[in-house]
């Protein structure tokens, strides 16, 4: 059962992280390193999310 809860805790955590990233690189104000350092997720993924970004805009 702890591990469930772990896991969920873990989904929702990353979940919230991609929707900062997301806002951070819709502000342009960051560098893609800087919002690295700030929701500590792995280059690849905000490269991935800016590139999804820019398919939108």
Same mark, same amino acid.
Request: aromatic share 0%; glycine share 2%.
């Given at each position: !059962?702890?591990? +469930?809860?772990?896991? !969920?805790?873990?989904?929702?955590?990353?979940?919230?992280?991609?929707? +900062?990233?997301?806002?951070?690189?819709?502000?342009?104000?960051?560098?893609?390193?800087?919002? /690295?350092?700030?929701?500590?997720?792995?280059?690849?993924? @905000?490269?991935?999310?800016?590139?999804? @970004? !820019?398919?939108? /805009?």
């Amino acid at each position: !059962m702890c591990k +469930i809860m772990e896991d !969920m805790r873990n989904e929702a955590a990353q979940k919230s992280a991609r929707e +900062i990233a997301e806002r951070m690189i819709r502000k342009g104000k960051m560098t893609l390193e800087e919002i /690295v350092e700030a929701t500590e997720l792995p280059l690849n993924t @905000i490269k991935e999310l800016e590139d999804q @970004i !820019m398919h939108l /805009v």
